[in-house]
């Protein structure tokens, strides 16, 4: 079982440029989240989808854009990108609230 | 809005000993809370979930403990192992479909 799975693992963009990471879980998990993290600032959810074609805003959601077209994929998406994007990115699934979530193995991106 | 503490950030201990990691919270009305596991320039993998009408959960080595009333949850590793040097995260569900809320972490070193 693949789990959940982040395309790609790393990447350099520079400011301005846009890009879209990709989160496919094969769990069939109704939700599904995007975190960054950060040196000294933890995990902090960006956007997250409860179904498929719902999202909504976390708690950092400026910069970024999500779709969640299907239910197994999670986009994000940045449109101009920044140098403070610079970040870890992780993807995360789960069945309901109440229960555990699956993790991918994080993107790095680096804006420069 | 809820915030998770956890301290201390670093902990250093030799192999065998007992240790337990603190997590504390501001609100109380939580759904579940979870203990996650973070290897370095890994994703985070679930190693224990607590429902808020539970007290603990036990895993192996590990046992979690869940005190509402104090805002507080203590993860709890029993002879310690090399292998058990990692970051350790705990995340607060609360009611409603809310995200997880992450503490910042404990990087806990186990000297052979």
């Known amino acids: 079982n693949a789990g959940v799975t982040q395309t790609p693992k790393f990447r350099v963009l520079k400011t301005g440029q846009s890009m879209t990471l990709l989160c496919a879980q094969d769990m069939n998990h109704e939700y599904m989240y995007w975190y960054r993290q950060d040196p000294g600032m933890g995990l902090r959810l960006i956007h997250y989808?409860?179904?498929?074609?719902?999202?909504a805003k976390g708690e950092v959601p400026d910069g970024y854009n999500v779709s969640r077209l299907k239910k197994q994929n999670f986009l994000l998406g940045l449109e101009s990108a920044a140098p403070s994007q610079t970040s870890v990115y992780f993807c995360?699934?789960?069945?309901?609230?109440?229960?555990?979530?699956?993790f991918g193995s994080g993107t790095r991106l680096t804006v420069v | 809005k809820q915030e998770v503490t956890q301290i201390p950030a670093a902990l250093s201990v030799p192999e065998g000993e007992n240790l337990v990691l603190n997590c504390s919270f501001t609100d109380s009305a939580i759904y579940n809370l979870q203990w996650f596991r973070q290897d370095p320039g890994k994703g985070l993998t679930s190693l224990l979930l607590i429902q808020s009408s539970q007290r603990e959960q036990t895993s192996g080595r590990l046992n979690a403990s869940l005190d509402k009333s104090s805002g507080r949850s203590t993860l709890y590793i029993a002879a310690s192992q090399p292998g058990d040097s990692a970051t350790y995260l705990c995340?607060?569900?609360?009611?409603?479909?809310?995200?997880?809320?992450f503490g910042k972490g404990t990087r806990l070193s186990v000297i052979a």
């Open positions: 995360a699934s789960s069945v309901g609230q109440n229960y555990g979530y699956t």
């Open positions: 989808s409860v179904g498929e074609g719902t999202t």
């Open positions: 995340a607060l569900g609360s009611s409603g479909n809310t995200p997880l809320v």
